[in-house]
């Protein structure tokens, strides 16, 4: 039989992780039915993560198809034979109006098969199923809120602190002079001082000199 090229709900992609996405698990080796008809994807790694299936062809580079975890239904196996290898079978709600571009625009299968040639379907049934219940797509995701450290002030809230800072060192330039003229103030008033301790010892030696005959009219004293 001619391989198929429909699945219509696959659509093409450049294998690049979506926002949020993580890998789960991976298989080479994979061809993909639509329905029980054999495709032109013949083998392939797939990879299955958070939100998606993806296949990526092993001979022809970028080509590659991804099916999203919205549009599963539910999962279902059939096992190996002599003649045939075990197959994962996934079974598909209808296709949304308002998809990506794809293989194909229409499929008259509701259900696509995934051929293990090399095995591991066990494991990877195993994990689609758990990663399916979980939901992951379905989860709203926020950004990271930045830390302290990482926000960086607007120009308006820079230029506030700029002045707050040319302000702080106008303070401190006058509080220097001030302080600076205080010290020159005490010098002189240092100096003063000395001055007076110098003329009241010599007054209290000339006192000593005449001690016994100093009359109050020697004694004057001349206040300014």
């Keep these: 039989a001619t391989p ?3 699945m219509d709900r696959f659509s093409w992609t450049d294998g690049v992780f979506l926002s949020f996405e993580k890998p789960v698990i991976q298989q080479p080796s994979i061809r993909l039915y639509d329905g029980e008809n054999k495709t032109s994807f013949d083998s392939g790694t797939v990879r299955l993560t958070t ?6 062809d092993d001979e022809q580079e970028g080509r590659a198809l991804a099916l999203h975890h919205s549009l599963v239904k539910s999962l279902d196996q059939s096992a190996s034979t002599i003649t045939k290898s ?3 079978v996934v079974h598909l709600l209808p296709p949304s109006l308002h998809r990506d571009q794809g293989p194909s625009v229409s ?4 259900y696509i098969k995934l051929s293990f040639r090399k095995g591991g379907q066990s494991d990877f049934l195993s994990l689609y199923k758990q990663t ?5 797509w379905e989860v709203v995701q926020k950004p990271p809120v930045a830390s302290r450290g ?4 607007s120009g308006r809230f820079r230029a506030g602190i700029v002045g707050i800072e040319r302000s702080m060192q106008e303070k401190k330039h006058a509080t220097d002079k001030q302080m600076s003229q205080a010290f020159q103030d005490l010098d002189g008033l240092i100096k003063k001082a000395k001055d007076m301790v110098t003329l009241a010892d010599r007054f209290a030696s000339k006192l000593e000199e005449k001690k016994g005959s100093v009359t109050d009219d020697e004694v004057t004293v001349n206040v300014v």
């Design 107 to 110: 499929s008259q299968f509701s």
């Design 86 to 88: 075990a197959k994962i």
């Design 4 to 6: 198929s090229e429909k």
């Design 150 to 153: 990482d926000v960086k002030p």
């Design 51 to 56: 939100h998606r299936i993806m296949w990526d």
């Design 132 to 136: 399916l219940s979980r939901k992951a």
